[in-house]
Structures are given as structure tokens and as C-alpha cells.
């Protein structure tokens, strides 16, 4: 059994998904974890498959999706490890502001080095306005309100702001 | 005199400020209830909420005013459950807040996203009345509850931006019916 990790990206149009599943799954592939979203029109997934099938076989019938050119499709096997369980409790990292270049790379390095760990990310552009959400796994050594105090005198440099506040679950 | 509102002159209907406008951004200052620019801003407030197509509330720094006013009426919403009509309170305090819930929320400073956002849905909420300083206390709830908070972070220079549930919890905004 090998787990891949099948991306694909492209143009968006109805269907992609019902192929790229209905391949896997006619090589007895089972989905594991999956993401799917539109960036700026452009679709792009990535599927985590359990298969007995060699990755040559997947890469192969996978192929036909790509051969208009409207879409790329990669395989590539990932180690199958045990899922690191986070150390410390998740915060959410909130930054908005007027659009300039580096808001991300700046604040996500600040993130890095206070060894806070990014387990989801989303950033929108409307109009002027930018924003970045992230969900941050803090190890338990990292000091909360050290980091929020890094990352405001970073967002004052870059003029937006930022909040970052504990990630309460829902739980019902 | 209007349910809990004092008489106001007519308003001129201002321009809304938009997100990453800095006033939005910059925490309001008290102000006196009793001075005349007060009056006039409530008034303002209401002029402009009431010709924005959907808009329950409108905070000062939202129109480029640093002080702590702001506009809200929930009337007819069918999220509201109690509702206290058309208000203007001046350095408005949240007393208690209880009852988290998660709700999805817009603001005209954002116009093209909307977020999910946990808040109190009990709430109570003091204030002073424009013109004549009266102190007025809120208990409410659901979305007029949610609507204050809502009110209240603007004037504490914060959007909703700032307390959406994830990374996920922010979309791009629908259009309904
Ligand atoms: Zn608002």
C-alpha cells in the first residue's frame, strides 16, 4: 500500500473532481484527505490516495485529464508517517490591510521563528484591501502574547493590522 | 421622542469609509452627549444607515469620526428576536455578555466579504442619549445583540475581520434574493 498525493490545477470547469476520483478509485485507490478550492478562477485540489496500484499506473490513467493542456496533474508519493500531534494550543492569525507586496512572507517568518507552525492558510484581495488568515499551532514553550507583541510591531512596519487570538473549537 | 431615542435634527446622509481606511482602524474617543457636534453626528448616523440598502448599523469611525457613537436598528431583521427599534448611543459599554454562537456577518466597511464570527448572544449594553445624556441600558439578544458588539468593536478600532472562527471563516459575499 503506498499513499500519493495527486495535485491538480487549471481552469475550473464542472467535472474535474468526478474524474480525478472516478480514476483513483477504478485503481482501488481510498481517499484519505482532500482540499479543493478556486483561487482567482483557477482550480486547484489535492487528494491523499491509500493505493496498491504503482504510482506509474496512477501518473498513467490520471494522464488523459491533462491532455488539453487546461489542466496539470502530478502524483507524487508521500511517506506515510504518524500525524504529529500539535504541542500547544491553536491561535488564529488575522492581518488586513492595504495590499503591498511581502504581507505574507514577513508575518508567516515571524510566525516561523517563534517555532509556530501554519496548519491552514487563506488570504483574499477586495478592492485595496488584503487579508490573511492563518491558523497557528504554538508549540507550548512559544509565549502567546510575545508573539502577538512581534507581530503588531511587524504590521505597524508594513501598515495593517493584526490580531491574534485562541482558536476556540465549536463544539455541539 | 422615538422609542429610546430623543428627537434629532435631520442628518446629512456621509460617505462611508472603507477597509484598509486607517480611521477604521484607530480606537474613538468619548465624547460629551450633550454637544451640539454630537447631536448632529447621531443624526448623520441615522440619515446614512437608513439610505444603505441592509444596513442595521453604522459606528462614527465608519463616516470618518473619532468618537464613540454609533447608529443601530434592527428592526424587521429576521435573525432579530428582541429589538429595541432605532438607537443612537455615546460611549456605549458592553456590561454582560453571555451565550457564545457562531453567526455570519457583513459590515459596509467590507463590502465584498462576510465573516463567521463568535459572539455573545445575550447581552447587556449601557449607553448615553445624544442631546440629552440620559443613560440608557440594553438587554438583548440574537442579532441585536450581535449588531451592538459588532458596533462597539468598530469604535474600539476593530472589524470583523478580526474575530472570524478560522481560516476558512471569511466569504466572499452573496447576494441575496
Ligand atoms: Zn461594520
Redesign the interface.
Same mark, same amino acid.
Request: charged share 30%; proline share 0%; no cysteine.
Given at each position: 500500500m503506498t499513499v500519493l498525493a495527486v495535485t491538480v490545477i487549471g481552469r475550473d470547469r464542472p467535472g474535474i473532481i468526478a474524474e480525478a476520483t472516478g480514476v483513483l478509485g477504478r485503481l482501488g485507490g481510498n481517499l484519505e484527505d482532500s482540499t479543493m478550492t478556486i483561487l482567482r478562477g483557477h482550480f486547484a485540489m489535492v487528494l491523499v490516495v491509500s493505493t496498491d496500484a504503482d504510482m506509474g499506473a496512477v501518473e498513467e490513467a490520471l494522464a488523459s485529464m491533462a491532455e488539453d493542456g487546461s489542466l496539470s496533474v502530478s502524483v507524487r508519493a508521500v511517506p506515510v508517517e504518524p500525524t504529529a500531534q500539535p504541542a500547544g494550543p491553536a491561535y488564529?492569525l488575522?492581518v488586513?490591510?492595504?495590499d503591498r507586496p511581502g504581507i505574507v512572507s514577513t508575518l508567516t517568518a515571524v510566525v516561523a521563528e517563534a517555532g509556530g507552525n501554519i496548519t +491552514?492558510?487563506?488570504t483574499?484581495l477586495?478592492?485595496?484591501?488584503?487579508?490573511l488568515?492563518?491558523?497557528v499551532d504554538l508549540p507550548a514553550a512559544a509565549d502567546p502574547d510575545v508573539l502577538a507583541q512581534r507581530l503588531r510591531d511587524t504590521a505597524a512596519r508594513l501598515g495593517?493590522?493584526v490580531?491574534l487570538?485562541p482558536? +476556540?473549537p +465549536?463544539v455541539l | 421622542m422615538n422609542g429610546l431615542l430623543p428627537e434629532l435634527p435631520d442628518g446629512q446622509v456621509r460617505a462611508v469609509l472603507r477597509a484598509p481606511a486607517q480611521a477604521l482602524a484607530d480606537p474613538c474617543s468619548e465624547v460629551d452627549p450633550r454637544d451640539g457636534s454630537v447631536v448632529t453626528l447621531a443624526a448623520d448616523l441615522l440619515a446614512t444607515q437608513l439610505l444603505s440598502p441592509g444596513c442595521v448599523g453604522l459606528a462614527a469611525n465608519q463616516i470618518g469620526v473619532s468618537a464613540r457613537v454609533f447608529s443601530l436598528d434592527v428592526t424587521g431583521h429576521p435573525k432579530a428576536r428582541t429589538c429595541h427599534g432605532r438607537l443612537v448611543l455615546v460611549n456605549p459599554v458592553v456590561v454582560t455578555a453571555t451565550r457564545l454562537e457562531r453567526g455570519r456577518e457583513g459590515c459596509m466597511s467590507v463590502p465584498d466579504l462576510t465573516g463567521d464570527v463568535r459572539r455573545a448572544s445575550r447581552v447587556t449594553v449601557t449607553g448615553l442619549a445624544p442631546g440629552t445624556g440620559d443613560l440608557i441600558t440594553i438587554q438583548t439578544d440574537a442579532f441585536e445583540a450581535r449588531a451592538l458588539q459588532h458596533e462597539i468593536d468598530h469604535l474600539d478600532g476593530m472589524l470583523f475581520l478580526d474575530r472570524v472562527a478560522g481560516a476558512h471563516a471569511l466569504h466572499a459575499r452573496q447576494v441575496y434574493l
Open positions: 488564529l488575522s488586513h490591510g492595504a +491552514d492558510l487563506s483574499r477586495t478592492g485595496e484591501l488584503y487579508v488568515l492563518a491558523e495593517v493590522e490580531s487570538r482558536l +476556540d +465549536d | -
